[in-house]
């Protein structure tokens, strides 16, 4: 059986909804936290938690045209029980693999209803896989850096702890700082440009973080390892999609990188 939802991610979807109700509400949150929240009515919860399932469901393109609910559900588990049945495992490990299976098709199946019938979908930890989970609170970090929504600074946190290096790829490329998400920010190489050789000798091969002036001035003043401590911050490596994708937006840097 898949894992399912942490409580974790789940306490995260809900801050993600808590701070979009108030982005609704045109309540001003920022630099604040979860604890000292201000009161907000349960219609404006209620609509934040949907209107975001929604963008979610049009961004992921799950297609439910035409879809009937259970409709495959026979093949796939046949196909299922003859490939487990000619493994050459115990009796109780196929059982089990059997049912859990059984109960992935089943919740799966029933998300689906979800979406067919209400245009959303659950987020109870049962109903849940904690790889829909994690795809999720994604796309609502990029959604939230994208539109300028605020967000409390502990759920910042509890995000870069699950996914460092898309925590702080994300701040690179809607340009906020990696340490206390403001604007305008400098790209800023891990170690120094020099160790690379210099600008014009920049391929991508260094680490890189974004940070606004007052964090970039710091980081220089007491030094890599120590703001690295101070901050529990650090650069990343990026691929060359990355690369590609940051030069477009940091214009005079990656001199050096080719694309083929």
Request: aromatic share 14%; net charge positive; with cysteine.
């Amino acid at each position: 059986m898949s894992k399912r939802m942490s409580r974790e991610n789940q306490k995260l979807i809900y801050w993600f909804i808590d701070c979009y109700a108030y982005h609704l509400k045109g309540v001003d949150i920022n630099w604040q936290t979860s604890k000292q929240k201000p009161a907000i009515s349960d219609y404006f919860l209620y609509k934040a938690k949907e209107d975001l399932k929604k963008l979610y469901i049009r961004h992921s393109g799950k297609n439910i045209k035409g879809y009937e609910p259970f409709r495959n559900m026979e093949s796939k588990l046949k196909d299922r029980i003859g490939d487990i049945i000619d493994k050459n495992y115990t009796k109780e490990s196929k059982i089990n693999i059997i049912t859990n299976d059984l109960m992935d098709f089943v919740t799966d199946e029933i998300q689906m209803l979800f979406i067919k019938l209400n245009d959303t979908f659950s987020l109870a930890l049962k109903l849940m896989s904690n790889t829909e989970a994690v795809t999720f609170t994604n796309f609502l970090f990029d959604y939230f850096l994208q539109n300028d929504i605020a967000m409390w600074e502990e759920m910042q946190t509890l995000y870069k702890q699950q996914n460092e290096e898309k925590y702080i790829y994300a701040k690179l490329k809607y340009k906020r700082c990696a340490v206390c998400n403001r604007t305008p920010v400098d790209f800023e190489h891990w170690q120094s440009a020099g160790s690379l050789g210099g600008y014009a000798n920049d391929r991508g091969q260094g680490r890189y973080i974004s940070l606004c002036r007052q964090h970039h001035t710091e980081k220089h003043d007491i030094g890599v390892e120590a703001f690295e401590r101070k901050y529990d911050a650090r650069g990343i490596c990026l691929g060359d999609e990355q690369i590609k994708e940051l030069k477009k937006i940091y214009k005079n840097h990656f001199k050096a990188f080719k694309e083929e």
